[in-house]
């Protein structure tokens, strides 16, 4: 099941400005197919009436732990039995004071209380509030008692302040979610994933490059994170946001890509390089914008080097590296001389002919190769791709670690 399709999130809204944007991320979970049922404060439906997120979640609200109880059913244990994980967006202080003191002296607190299920925080408050040892003290304690507390955004405030204080953007919110559901095999690991195409200049104005629009990678270094490893992504120019709770480095061309790769190669347990790398640069690149004199042009391209292939023969002996092929014929030919000759673990090879495979697009079709066989994937989205690209690297790494104890 992809993304959060089919989760059923208990939504906790407590009395901030940011309730409106609650109201947003009710909409977004339910763009994606989650299941919401949402919990007001009295203090939030000051701030968005409850058939606002009625309508939005479509389903009935839940606001009073005795009116919403007529039969005794215990609205307040029932409530999290039912569901999969409990967000609460925005966490006020107030809320999260009660939290940390355990009181269920209202119907979020009290399903909180009674809750057996991962439980994602996201504080919203004024800075002053926020920055205060006795909201410092109960935060510190929330994650003691195992929930996970985003920190808030920096920025201005309703109250015309500048600070933290924010409710976290709704990417890095879902991104904890998708995280309180992912395994956990590679927490610890050190991994550095490239992505997207380089760009080679011809002259100020003009490049050489690719197709490549960095999704598949970017999909790697998100799945990476939410399975716990920490992340370092190295960048070509995409047009894409960078992800949360990550290292990015953006870079340009093949060269700066290499000495961005090779000054923290060494110390990066798994090495995923999914870039498209340009092959050939332009051999001097013109200091001024080129004219359109004469017929035509000749440009004299020299080969960039093969960041990846040096990486194989740098290889440590605990690193795991993996490498893509971009191929439109004799992919399985193509993706054995790359995974020899490169010194690879692993090579994810893309038919990059197929419609909905290969680059841009948001699914892929992949073939897994390792020196024990290959194993056809078939098309799903980048991330879910990238998710059985994370299984396959965690068998090597754990077959790795079994041959070093045996
Ligand atoms: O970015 P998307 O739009 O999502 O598209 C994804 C993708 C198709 C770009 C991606 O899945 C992919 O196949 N990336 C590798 C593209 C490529 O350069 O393939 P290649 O067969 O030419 O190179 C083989 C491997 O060597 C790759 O891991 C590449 O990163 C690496 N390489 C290549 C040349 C070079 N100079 N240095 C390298 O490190």
């Avoid at 307040?76 to 999260?96: F, G, K, M, V, Y």
């Avoid at 924010?166 to 991104?175: G, K, Q, S």
């Avoid at 790697?220 to 949360?244: I, Q, Y």
């Avoid at 340009?252 to 000054?263: G, I, N, P």
């Amino acid at each position: 099941m992809a993304g959060l399709q089919g989760k059923r999130i208990l939504l906790g809204v407590s009395g901030s400005i940011a309730a409106y944007k609650a109201a947003e991320w009710t909409r977004e979970l339910v763009k994606e197919e989650a299941l919401v049922q949402v919990i007001l404060t009295e203090a939030a439906e000051r701030f968005v009436p409850a058939l606002t997120f009625a309508a939005l979640a479509g389903t009935s609200v839940h606001r009073d732990m005795f009116a919403d109880d007529p039969e005794g059913m215990m609205a307040h244990i029932n409530l999290s039995r039912e569901a999969d994980a409990l967000l609460i967006a925005p966490a006020t202080a107030q809320t999260i004071a009660r939290l940390a003191a355990g009181m269920a002296d209202n119907l979020l607190s009290a399903v909180v209380l009674a809750a057996r299920i991962p439980v994602l925080i996201c504080p919203a408050m004024n800075s002053a509030m926020f920055n205060h040892p006795a909201t410092q003290d109960n935060i510190r304690r929330l994650r003691q008692f195992g929930y996970r507390v985003l920190q808030p955004g920096c920025g201005g405030l309703a109250c015309g302040e500048v600070g933290d204080g924010r409710l976290p953007d709704w990417d890095e919110a879902r991104e904890a979610l998708l995280s309180l559901f992912a395994p956990t095999d590679l927490r610890g690991i050190k991994v550095l994933i490239t992505a997207g195409p380089t760009r080679e200049a011809i002259d100020p104005a003009r490049y050489l490059s690719n197709r490549s629009s960095g999704k598949m990678g970017f999909a790697l270094a998100r799945t990476a994170m939410r399975r716990g490893a920490s992340v370092t992504l190295v960048a070509g120019p995409v047009a894409l946001a960078d992800p949360p709770g990550m290292e990015v480095l953006r870079v340009e061309s093949a060269k700066e890509m290499a000495e961005c790769v090779f000054a923290r190669s060494a110390q990066c347990r798994v090495i995923v390089k999914a870039a498209a790398v340009a092959d050939f640069a332009v051999e001097a690149a013109a200091e001024h914008k080129i004219k359109k004199t004469g017929t035509g042009l000749q440009l004299d391209l020299v080969k960039n080097i093969d960041i990846l292939a040096e990486l194989g023969s740098r290889k440590g002996p605990r690193q795991i590296l993996v490498g893509f092929a971009a191929e439109s014929r004799e992919h399985l030919q193509e993706g054995t001389r790359k995974l020899q000759e490169k010194n690879l673990d692993l090579i994810v090879i893309n038919d990059i002919l197929g419609a909905h495979s290969g680059f841009d697009v948001d699914t892929n079709q992949v073939t897994l190769l390792d020196q024990n066989g290959s194993q056809e994937i078939p098309l799903l989205s980048k991330e879910d791709t990238a998710d059985r690209i994370w299984d396959a690297v965690c068998a090597l790494l754990s077959s790795a670690g079994e041959k070093r104890s045996g």
